[in-house]
């Protein structure tokens, strides 16, 4: 129930980022990158992609964040878990 994601998803996967106004937790920064994997969440269509915080001078240790994303809005992208 994964996927690896390729340069063009991780690209879509940011928009849809951006669009949902989604910020990182710790530092509120919109600046953030997918990461490589999408996960399937079983007995849904959601997907759901960790992000990661560009802001390292917030937290050099970095900072992750999950985004779910609709069937719809994975589709879009190209991420097709079933
Ligand atoms: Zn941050």
């Given at each position: 129930m994964q996927q690896r994601l390729d340069r063009n998803q991780r690209r879509c996967v940011e928009q849809v980022a951006r669009q949902k106004e989604?910020?990182?937790?710790?530092?509120?920064s919109t600046d953030l990158s997918s990461?490589?994997?999408?996960?399937?969440?079983l007995g849904t269509l959601n997907v759901e992609v960790l992000l990661s915080c560009n802001n390292e001078s917030a937290h050099p240790e970095g900072a992750?964040?999950?985004?779910?994303?609709?069937?719809?809005?994975?589709?879009?992208?190209?991420?097709?878990?079933?």
């Open positions: 989604t910020t990182c937790d710790t530092c509120g990461g490589p994997m999408a996960l399937g969440t992750a964040q999950t985004l779910e994303l609709s069937g719809n809005e994975a589709r879009r992208c190209g991420i097709d878990i079933s």
